[in-house]
C-alpha cells in the first residue's frame, strides 16, 4: 500500500474517530490489582510511512523500519514490598515474536538511603534517550541517528584490511565481512535503544547530582540477554541538576565488544584479545513555560584487529550530536524539530579512495520535524517529515514522511 | 465516562440531551424553574454520601526506564463527591464578585483531588514540589496548559464554562483532579465522613444530584423539597 494511502487510512481513523470518544473503551491509567501491588500499562503505536527498501536510513537493528512500525509494549510492575519490586516490559514490533524488554529486579537495600539495586534486563545507564517512554515521551517519531542507524559495525564478524571496511561504507544494514560470520547481517548502532542489556546496576541520588553504574553482557552497540564473549561492560552516568528544569550528564562506557569466536580467531593472528567498544556521552535537557529543549553528543570508539595491510590504524570513531525541541503552543498542539549529525573517523585504505583519508563510514545528516495534536492526554497523532543525506550509498539523501498515532495507558 | 453537570442560567431549558456517541462527555441541562416563594425563608440540605466500592485510584505507571524505587505516595480519595441542585432559583445565577480557589500541586498531587466552583472563578495553581509541574486540561470549553514552572510559583485560570475539567499533568502521568465548574452556587464537596451541607436554598421543590468519579452514567439524584418556613431536609446518597 502506498504511503499517501497509509497516511490518509490514518487520518480517517483519526478523523472519524471524536477526540472525546475514546475514553469510555480505552484505559485512562494503568491497572492495578493485588491491592495496589501489580501495575500494567501499557503503549501502542500505528506509524505508517513509505517504504525505505533502498536506503535503509530508519532501519532498526532488528531489521524493522522506525518510521513504518506497529509497536505494542506492556509493562508490569509487582511491588510486594515498598523497596523491593520486579518490573517487565514486554514488546513486540510489526506484529513479529514479543520480546522482553526489560525484565528485572529493583531493590533498595538501606531505608532512608537513595541507593537502588537493579539486576536483569535493565535500562542503560548510559546517555538519556534510550530510557524515554517512546510513545509518551519522543516528540518526533524517529530516533536519533545514535540510537537507530545502522554503522558499518558488527561483533561477529571484521573486516581484514582497511579496505574492507570502507567497502562496507553506508551499508550498515547490510554488511559482510571475512572474517567472523560471513553472511551478510545488520550492523550495530552506536547505542542501541532497541534491546536492554543483562546485568547489574546501582543508582543514587545526593542531593542534585544522580550517579548510577552498571556493569552488564553486552555493549552499547549490542546489548545481550546471554553473554558471548565472557568480558563483560563497564558504564556509569552523572547527572547534576543544578535547578529545576535542567538536567545535564556525563555518560561512559566500556566493554568487549567482538564475540568470542571471532576474539579467538583474530588472536590467532594479532595475539591481541579483548576488543573492545568504549563511549563517552554528554547529554542536557532543559525545560521551561511551553518549551523543552534536550541534546546530546557521543563519542564511541570500536577496536577492530589490524590483520592486513591496509591495517586499520587504531579504534574507529563515531560522533554524534542532535538536538531536539518541542513547543506546545496550545494545550492540544505541539511541533518539534530535531537537528541530528553522525560522523565517523578517517581511515587510509588501498584500493579504495585511492589510500586517501576517509570516513571509515558514511557521515549521515538527519532533519526531522514535525508536530502533533493531543485528542486526549494519553493519545497523539503526530506527523513528521525527515530528511537524510550522507556523502555514500546508492541512495544519498531521502525525504519521509510518517504519521503515527500514539496511545498510551 | 465524564459527565458534565450543566444548570441552564437561562429561563429556557436547553436540552443539549446526551450526544450521539455515547462515549463522548454528555452535557445535561436542567432549566430553572421558579421557586413558588419569594427567597426570603431559605433552608439547607445536608446529608451524606457513601461510597462504597471506590476501586484502586490510578497509580503511577510501572517505569521500567527508570534507575531507582519512587517514593510512595498518598491514594487519592475517590470517594470525594459533589451534591448539587440541578435546578437551582434565579438569584443563584446573579453576578458574584471575582472569587479565587486553590488547587497545589504536593508531592506530586493535586490538592484537592476534587474541587467545585462557581463559573467565573480563578483557580490558582501553585506548585508546592521540588519538581517541576505542567499543569494542562483538554477539557471541552475550559482547555488550558500553565506550562513548565518551577517550585514557590503559582499559575491561575479562570473557568468560564460550566463543566467538568480533567485536569492533568503533562510530567507526571499520576497526577490528576477534577474541577467541577459551576453556573449557580448550589453545590458541596462532602467532607471526609463524605458529609455534605447546602445552604441558603430558598423555599421549592428540586433535583438534587451527586457526581462522583466512579459514577459511570446518570448521577444518583433525589427529588427535594423545601418548605416556605426554610425546612432542613436531609438526603443521603449510596453509589455502589
Not at chain 2, 109 to 131: E, M, Q, S
Request: hydrophobic fraction near 40%; proline fraction near 7%.
Amino acid at each position: 500500500m502506498c504511503t499517501w494511502r497509509r497516511l490518509g487510512l490514518l487520518l480517517l481513523l483519526v478523523i472519524g474517530t471524536p477526540a472525546g470518544a475514546q475514553a469510555q473503551w480505552l484505559p485512562e491509567g494503568p491497572i492495578t490489582a493485588a491491592r495496589g501491588t501489580v501495575t500494567v500499562a501499557g503503549e501502542a503505536t500505528v506509524t505508517v510511512g513509505g517504504r525505505d527498501d533502498s536506503a535503509f536510513f530508519n532501519y532498526t537493528d532488528y531489521e524493522h523500519n522506525a518510521l513504518r512500525m506497529l509497536r505494542v509494549s506492556i509493562s508490569g510492575m509487582w511491588r510486594p514490598a515498598a523497596r523491593l519490586a520486579f518490573l517487565t516490559e514486554l514488546r513486540s514490533e510489526d506484529a513479529q515474536r514479543v520480546i522482553p524488554y526489560a525484565m528485572y529486579v529493583r531493590v533498595r537495600p538501606w531505608k532512608g538511603r537513595a541507593l537502588d539495586v537493579q539486576a536483569g534486563r535493565i535500562p542503560p545507564v548510559f546517555g538519556a534517550f534510550a530510557r524515554r517512554s517512546y510513545g509518551s515521551d519522543n516528540p518526533l517519531i524517529g530516533y536519533p541517528l545514535a540510537y537507530q542507524y545502522l554503522t558499518s559495525i558488527r561483533p561477529d564478524a571484521v573486516p581484514f584490511t582497511a579496505d574492507d571496511l570502507l567497502a562496507m561504507r553506508a551499508r550498515g544494514w547490510r554488511v559482510t565481512y571475512p572474517v567472523g560470520v560471513t553472511t551478510p547481517g545488520p550492523g550495530v548502532p552506536l547505542v542501541s535503544a532497541y534491546r536492554w542489556d543483562t546485568g547489574v546496576q546501582a543508582s543514587g541520588t545526593a542531593g542534585p547530582v544522580e550517579a548510577a553504574f552498571a556493569i552488564t553482557s553486552g555493549t552499547l552497540s549490542n546489548p545481550r540477554v546471554t553473554d558471548d564473549n565472557g568480558g563483560r561492560q563497564l558504564s556509569a552516568r552523572i547527572a547534576w541538576k543544578p535547578v529545576v528544569g535542567l538536567v545535564v550528564g556525563g555518560s561512559a562506557a566500556r566493554g568487549q565488544f567482538l564475540i568470542t569466536t571471532v576474539e579467538t580467531a583474530v588472536a590467532e593472528v594479532t595475539g591481541r584479545h579483548g576488543h573492545t567498544q568504549r563511549a563517552l556521552g554528554l547529554d542536557a535537557e532543559y525545560s521551561r513555560a511551553y518549551w523543552i529543549v534536550r541534546g546530546e553528543l557521543i563519542d564511541s570508539r570500536w577496536d577492530l584487529p589490524g590483520l592486513a595491510p591496509p591495517l586499520i590504524d587504531g579504534p574507529v570513531q563515531a560522533r554524534a550530536a542532535y538536538i531536539e525541541t518541542r513547543y506546545r503552543f496550545t494545550p492540544r498542539f505541539f511541533a518539534a524539530a530535531r537537528a541530528d549529525h553522525l560522523t565517523f573517523s578517517t581511515i587510509r585504505g588501498q584500493r579504495r579512495f585511492a589510500g586517501q583519508p576517509t570516513p571509515w563510514d558514511s557521515p549521515v545528516t538527519r532533519i526531522e520535524a514535525g508536530g502533533g495534536v493531543y485528542l486526549q492526554r494519553n493519545l497523539t497523532v503526530r506527523l513528521v517529515a525527515q530528511h537524510n543525506w550522507r556523502d555514500a550509498g546508492q541512495v544519498r539523501n531521502r525525504t519521509y514522511v510518517s504519521a503515527q498515532l500514539a496511545y498510551w495507558f | 465516562m465524564l459527565r458534565i453537570l450543566y444548570v441552564s442560567v437561562t429561563a429556557s431549558t436547553i436540552a443539549l440531551g446526551s450526544l450521539a456517541a455515547a462515549l463522548v462527555p454528555r452535557v445535561a441541562t436542567a432549566a430553572y424553574r421558579p421557586s413558588p416563594v419569594a427567597p426570603h425563608a431559605p433552608g439547607a440540605i445536608h446529608g451524606r454520601v457513601e461510597v462504597r466500592a471506590t476501586g484502586r485510584p490510578p497509580d503511577m505507571r510501572p517505569d521500567p526506564g527508570g534507575l531507582g524505587i519512587t517514593g510512595t505516595r498518598d491514594p487519592v480519595d475517590r470517594r470525594r463527591s459533589v451534591v448539587y441542585l440541578e435546578t437551582a432559583p434565579r438569584a443563584a445565577f446573579e453576578a458574584s464578585p471575582d472569587r479565587r480557589a486553590t488547587m497545589n500541586q504536593r508531592n506530586e498531587r493535586f490538592v484537592p483531588h476534587v474541587l467545585a466552583i462557581v463559573a467565573g472563578t480563578y483557580v490558582d495553581f501553585p506548585n508546592d514540589d521540588r519538581t517541576y509541574h505542567n499543569v494542562f486540561s483538554l477539557s471541552k470549553n475550559n482547555d488550558f496548559n500553565l506550562g513548565r514552572y518551577a517550585a514557590g510559583h503559582k499559575k491561575s485560570v479562570r473557568f468560564q464554562s460550566p463543566g467538568v475539567v480533567r485536569v492533568f499533568c503533562e510530567i507526571h502521568s499520576h497526577m490528576s483532579a477534577f474541577i467541577l465548574v459551576f453556573a449557580h452556587r448550589f453545590f458541596a464537596v462532602t467532607d471526609d465522613e463524605g458529609r455534605y451541607r447546602l445552604d441558603g436554598v430558598p423555599p421549592g421543590t428540586y433535583t438534587l444530584a451527586v457526581w462522583n468519579e466512579t459514577v459511570h452514567g446518570d448521577p444518583p439524584r433525589r427529588t427535594v423539597t423545601i418548605g416556605e418556613a426554610g425546612d432542613e431536609v436531609e438526603a443521603d446518597f449510596t453509589i455502589r
